[in-house]
């Protein structure tokens, strides 16, 4: 589903659009590391690597924001029935962990956003409609594993921050939290 974003003058000419696994998964992957592996605190190694994929992906919601049809922006909502597979899930203390047992789960992840076009509401976007599918889904909790600066625009959007967690490898020098959203 194609989407024309003209929510704001910087925003012209950019498409939102929905992609189910496989399409454009090769292309996300590669449009997640080259958007991370240039950034302060992450695991050089890790970002050499062609494609930041997973098998989360397979079943996973993804959205892709275009201009010219090369990706800008992308992201990926996931449901869990437990969080045997939330992604950094074994990173989460037991304390936080009884927040969301026996519930149904979203986790959001995999936000990147192209530093050209940072700071014009891609982020906020692609938040929204993921937390718009969790509800629509059905999901009763959602989790989210922020950097930093991601902390103040998830707070807006209703999470609560749960905790700083121990760095992820992926970005060793990086802090690492936990937020949650209950629906």
């Known amino acids: 589903m194609t989407h024309p974003l003209t929510r704001s003058p910087q925003q012209a000419g950019l498409e939102l659009l929905e992609v189910d696994y496989p ?3 090769k292309e996300i992957g590669r449009f997640r590391i080259k958007g991370w592996k240039m950034e302060k605190g992450v695991d050089p190694a890790f970002f ?5 994929i997973d098998s989360l992906d397979q079943r996973a919601n993804h959205w892709v924001i275009t201009k010219n ?3 800008v922006a992308a992201s990926r909502l996931s449901f869990h ?6 992604p ?3 990173f989460m203390k037991d304390e936080h962990k009884r927040l969301v047992e026996n519930r149904r789960i979203a986790s959001i992840n995999r936000l990147v956003v192209a530093p050209d076009y940072r700071g014009i509401g891609l982020s906020g976007l692609l938040d929204q409609v993921r937390i718009d599918r969790a509800v629509a889904q059905k999901a009763e909790v959602i989790i989210a594993f922020p950097q930093l600066v ?6 807006k959007k209703g999470f609560i921050l749960i905790d700083q967690l121990e760095n992820i490898p992926e970005m ?12």
Do not use: G
């Not at 060793?172 to 629906?183: A, G, H, Q, T, V």
């Open 172 to 183: 060793p020098e990086r802090p690492f939290f936990l937020m949650i959203k209950n629906l």
């Open 81 to 86: 029935d437990s969080l045997h597979d939330v």
């Open 69 to 71: 049809q090369q990706i």
């Open 88 to 90: 950094y899930a074994d």
């Open 48 to 52: 050499s690597k062609d494609t930041w």
């Open 23 to 25: 399409e454009k998964i």
């Open 150 to 155: 991601r902390l103040e625009p998830l707070k």
